[in-house]
């Protein structure tokens, strides 16, 4: 089966561009989230979905990122403009609740912003 | 609020010693899950076990175990006769009501350098 796809791996862009970073989860699965790792901070979460929905995206760092999964297979999350700050790996994973039982979630392999 | 930490930063080891990570959290739930990923030198996060607050009995799988101490709030990850392929980042995580269950919070990560 296939894992967390996520597109692309590697994005360098200048400060001032519009970045968007794309996720395919794991078919069946039924929430999404999005992740941003730096030294500093470790690991973050920015947002997350369920069912397409978004159920909490207090942790998107400012106006600059927007998130949107217009359907079971697909989410984006954009920025715009980009800074120098938002230089990360941003990850996307995935899981399902299941029946009473706490799923752990999968992630994708990332993408490694750099922002010139 | 739920947090996790991860006292030890870096570990250095020689290959076939044993080496134990240590994993406390803090909650205020009875119910809640405990679970370590491994993020390998190429980046990804590999989902290693996933514990529920109601089941105290260590695990094994092949060198790995893992100890869950309730009286102590910890739940740490020992790695027997290590080898250089264990070199990575190590994070534990917590899922608890105040998330729905839906969400981890990530200690820092302990990164473990395995040496020949």
């Known amino acids: 089966d296939a894992g967390v796809i996520q597109s692309p791996r590697h994005e360098v862009t200048e400060m001032g561009q519009e970045v968007t970073l794309r996720c395919k989860p794991i078919?069946?699965?039924?929430?999404l989230f999005w992740y941003r790792q730096t030294m500093m901070r470790g690991l973050e979460l920015l947002i997350y979905f369920n069912n397409n929905v978004p159920i909490d995206d207090s942790g998107m760092p400012e106006d600059r990122f927007s998130a949107k999964m217009p359907n079971a297979s697909f989410s984006t999350l954009k920025i715009q403009p980009s800074e120098p700050r938002d230089s990360a790996v941003y990850f996307c994973?995935?899981?399902?609740?299941?029946?009473?039982?706490?799923?752990?979630?999968?992630f994708g392999p990332g993408t490694r912003l750099t922002v010139l | 609020a739920q947090k996790v930490t991860q006292a030890q930063t870096e570990i250095s080891v020689v290959e076939k010693e044993d080496v134990t990570l240590d994993c406390v959290y803090e909650t205020r739930d009875t119910t809640y899950y405990l679970f370590w990923y491994k993020q390998p030198p190429s980046g990804e996060l590999v989902f290693l076990i996933r514990r529920n607050s109601f089941d105290e009995q260590n695990e094994i799988s092949g060198r790995y175990s893992w100890n869950f101490q309730k009286s102590t709030s910890s739940f740490n990850f020992t790695i027997t006769a290590s080898q250089v392929v264990d070199s990575a980042v190590y994070f534990c995580?917590?899922?608890?009501?105040?998330?729905?269950?839906?969400?981890?919070?990530f200690g820092k990560g302990t990164m473990l350098l395995v040496s020949p």
């Open positions: 994973a995935s899981s399902t609740r299941g029946q009473g039982v706490r799923n752990e979630q999968f």
């Open positions: 995580a917590l899922s608890d009501v105040n998330s729905g269950y839906s969400t981890l919070t």
């Open positions: 078919s069946g699965h039924d929430y």
